[in-house]
């Protein structure tokens, strides 16, 4: 079982403080999981790390239960059964697609290198292009070489760093699937590297947020949408309706808003707010999906008025100005719009909020050029 275990992994380069800073990360075998953090914040590293290109400062990893990393030992990175598909591929510009598939197949009799090789082009959809030049394929198909040629050596293990950056948006949604779906029948534990919240969300068996060299949250993408460890990683996953609240009665599960009163979550991710008397002020965290534009006069809805309307073809997103904010929210709305600016709409609340924290926060400032955007953090 190709399960990976990082426990506690610090890197620094050089005299600068730590890049990795007791870093700790789980994927099981034969799960794909996505590394997702800012630019800057130790994804690389932490990749370099694991595939032995850097040797740790302290920390293990572990895959299948063999230590490649740890305070006695550092396992070279071709001795690591690891393999890396780059940013662009990377791919040997002088050999054929089927040269550079076989590039790691060593140790193998020629026709079973021939077989392998054969079999990774058809599972990356390529069979037919064995002979094609590096330079004569399209960035997705360099890329699904890059993974094949990954994939051919059985890896217990491979690492994808931001695999798809190189490619149009159209592009890269099918290759996600095409790639997830190859690393599913090749039976390999992945992380992923990306600064992409979707890719991440929509790949992914588990996502791990990293922030200041830690993995802050590590979770499956729904539980990690619906239930972040704090409000840094709620935005970072996802849009965010910030309103500011109070506790509304002794029990604690409700937050009076200017958008009626919320259900607040009760434990874990979100906090417990049992403990808070009534009255305390508290701010709220909601997704925009979780705001439905009702007609004006809906029982339990509060009143607003429409301030703008941004379609996006699938869905639109309607601000909407309501007493008591000091900004518009907004409100994503799927299927047919029929509100215009200046309608009087309502406002109805579904599900409890996201978060609930006893910070009070700033009121976030304004996006120059972002129209009617306030209220909601990005
Ligand atoms: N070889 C190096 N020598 C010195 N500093 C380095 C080296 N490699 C990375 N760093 C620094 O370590 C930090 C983390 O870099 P890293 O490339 O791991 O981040 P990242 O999350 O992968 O960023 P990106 O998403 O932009 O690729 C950065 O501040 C970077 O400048």
Not at 35 to 57: E, N, Y
Not at 116 to 127: P, Y
Request: net charge neutral; charged share 20%.
């Amino acid at each position: 079982m190709n399960d990976l275990s990082v426990r506690g992994l610090v890197k620094s380069h050089g005299s600068d403080g730590p890049v990795l800073r007791g870093l700790d990360l789980e994927a099981g075998a034969g799960d794909l999981v996505a590394v997702l953090g800012p630019s800057g914040c130790g994804k690389t590293t932490l990749l370099r790390v694991i595939a032995g290109f850097l040797r740790a400062d302290a920390g293990t990893v572990t895959v299948g239960g063999r230590v490649l990393t740890d305070p006695g030992t550092h396992v070279p990175p071709e001795r690591r059964a690891v393999g890396i598909v780059a940013q662009e591929g990377a791919l040997f510009p002088h050999l054929d697609v089927a040269r550079n598939v076989a590039f790691g197949l060593t140790g193998l009799s020629r026709a079973a290198r021939r077989k392998r090789v054969a079999e990774m082009l058809e599972l990356v959809g390529l069979a037919d292009h064995g002979r094609r030049m590096p330079h004569e394929l399209s960035g997705g198909q360099q890329q699904r070489v890059s993974l094949a040629r990954a994939l051919a050596p059985r890896p217990a293990l491979v690492l994808l760093d931001e695999p798809f950056n190189a490619l149009d948006s159209s592009l890269r949604t099918g290759l996600r699937a095409d790639v997830r779906a190859a690393l599913r029948a090749g039976g390999a534990t992945a992380l992923l590297v990306t600064h992409d919240q979707q890719e991440a969300l929509s790949v992914a068996d588990s996502v791990a947020v990293v922030r200041d060299g830690r993995v802050v949250q590590q979770d499956d993408p729904r539980r990690l949408y619906h239930h972040p460890v704090d409000a840094r990683v709620a935005r970072f996953v996802g849009d965010a309706v910030v309103l500011p609240g109070a506790v509304e009665g002794d029990a604690g599960g409700l937050a009076a808003t200017p958008l009626g009163a919320v259900p607040l979550p009760r434990d874990g991710a979100g906090g417990p707010t049992e403990a808070a008397e009534s009255g305390t002020p508290v701010t709220v965290l909601l997704r925009p999906e979780q705001l439905l534009l009702r007609p004006p006069g809906t029982a339990g809805a509060v009143g607003g008025t429409v301030e703008d309307v941004h379609f996006y073809g699938h869905d639109a997103v309607v601000t909407v100005r309501v007493a008591g904010l000091e900004r518009p929210v907004e409100v994503r709305h799927a299927g047919v719009v029929e509100v215009r600016p200046g309608d009087p709409t309502d406002l109805e609340v579904i599900g409890p909020a996201l978060l609930c924290t006893r910070e009070v926060a700033p009121t976030p400032a304004p996006v120059p050029g972002a129209a009617g955007i306030a209220g909601t953090v990005r």
